[in-house]
């Protein structure tokens, strides 16, 4: 992570009602996500800064019958080695991965994943992001087998992201209505504190 950035952040996850009550009350672990197709790897997922932005995506699981009710909790997280991809030197780390990457699977014969839009998506935002996760889980490979005999080496302990989604703010408009920068924390050491905002949310 770039150090002229401050380590702490407050971020912002959807979940069920009871999840939230069970981490928040309970001290229960926020669960890691593990899909080929996750935007930063695998990780518990935040959104930073934007409750809002947790609550909508917890009512489409809502609407979907995955939830029951909808709830969002904060957490104070510390980024401490950060994947940050909105700095320049971490995006030059993610596309030397890349390079590796399509070099392991050529020399294996594998195909290289891509990303995908769901069948009958509308926005054609490629939500399904199995290029860029398989990219995230290999740097970390290397990460973490250069720091077995590499003791300055750290793994990262989180990743963070801004992305670019949804339709113009209005015509013409270089904003989008749903851009966000998001994290996943991989190392639950991490997450310092979690809270119930305060409504309205």
Known sequence: MSRLATSFVLGYHG????????AVLDGARILHSDKDYDWLGPGAYFWESDPLRAKEWADRKVQTGQYKKV?????VIDLRNCLDLVSREDIELLQAAHS?????????????????DPKGAADRDRVLRFLDCA?????????EGAA??????????????????G?????????????????????PACI???????PPI
């Open 167 to 187: 339709g113009e703010a209005f015509p013409g408009s270089g904003f989008h209505v749903k851009s966000h920068v998001q994290i996943a924390v991989r190392n």
């Open 100 to 116: 590796s990457f399509v070099a392991v699977q050529e020399k294996a014969g594998l195909p290289v994943p891509v990303n995908k």
């Open 192 to 198: 310092k504190g979690l809270f119930y905002p305060l």
């Open 15 to 22: 979940c069920d009602e009871a999840v939230a009550r069970k």
């Open 135 to 143: 990219v995230l889980r290999h740097l970390h490979e290397i990460v």
């Open 71 to 75: 709830s969002v909790i904060g957490a």
């Open 148 to 165: 077995e005999t590499d003791p300055t080496i750290e793994p990262f302990d989180t990743v963070r992201g801004m992305f670019v989604e």
